[in-house]
């Protein structure tokens, strides 16, 4: 059975495409949804900083840098942003599904291609960002869709917020979204495939806190 990639209709027909997928042979239109799912990333990053998240150790700064050395700075991180925008986007779609791989019967192919609509979920994510910070000011890990919100109220540990932070409602779904479609691609056993999601999940939380306390510090001594 040929199998032909469209991430719409794994998101609305998803049982009915989830059965195609297992019992596909050939998969189309792959290497066209991997390097634009890229590109998109990509945009996304360059357009959250452009309207300047996470620049808040930068900009706190502006007042010692001359112009010229200010928008060096801005240019710099730019870059790093695309830079980082790239590298997401192949962990999501390469190493993510490499991690599900190596415990699950499954095809790597289509582990990519479940993970293909994680990204695009994770992007629209990202793009509920710009709102929230344009008209209220809020950094990424105060979104109202996360949990921050609710630890900056127990803790001011920087590290703890931003965990919580990267842990959202998007990301609930996400969970929800990879044990369903693991499970049906496997014959793994459900409560093995939730115990690797949240443990995996619980590794990227950590991991984007420690990102994101590093980056403060990174800009800050730049």
Not at 42 to 61: K, R, V
Not at 197 to 206: A, M, P, T
Request: glycine content about 4%; overall charge positive.
């Amino acid at each position: 059975m040929s199998y032909f990639i469209n991430p719409f209709k794994l998101f609305f027909h998803r049982d009915d495409h989830l059965f195609k997928l297992h019992r596909a042979e050939r998969i189309y239109n792959f290497y066209n949804l991997f390097f634009l799912l890229l590109f998109l990333t990509t945009l996304t990053y360059i357009a959250t900083s452009w309207i300047g998240l996470g620049t808040d150790p930068l900009s706190a700064n502006a007042t010692e840098y001359t112009r010229i050395e200010y928008e060096l700075r801005k240019v710099w991180f730019l870059l790093g942003r695309v830079i980082y925008a790239v590298l997401f986007a192949l962990f999501l779609l390469l190493v993510t599904p490499f991690f599900f791989w190596l415990f699950n019967t499954v095809s790597y192919k289509k582990l990519i291609i479940i993970q293909m609509n994680v990204l695009l979920v994770m992007l629209v994510e990202r793009l509920t960002w710009i709102p929230f910070m344009v008209y209220a000011g809020l950094d990424w890990y105060v979104s109202p869709f996360s949990f921050g919100v609710l630890a900056s109220y127990f803790t001011e540990l920087d590290w703890v917020i931003y965990f919580f932070g990267a842990c959202s409602i998007f990301q609930l779904w996400i969970i929800w979204y990879q044990v369903k479609c693991v499970t049906y691609l496997t014959s793994t056993k459900r409560g093995w495939v939730i115990f690797q999601v949240i443990i995996w999940h619980i590794i990227l939380w950590s991991g984007a806190s420690l990102l994101a306390h590093y980056d403060s510090f990174l800009i800050s001594i730049l």
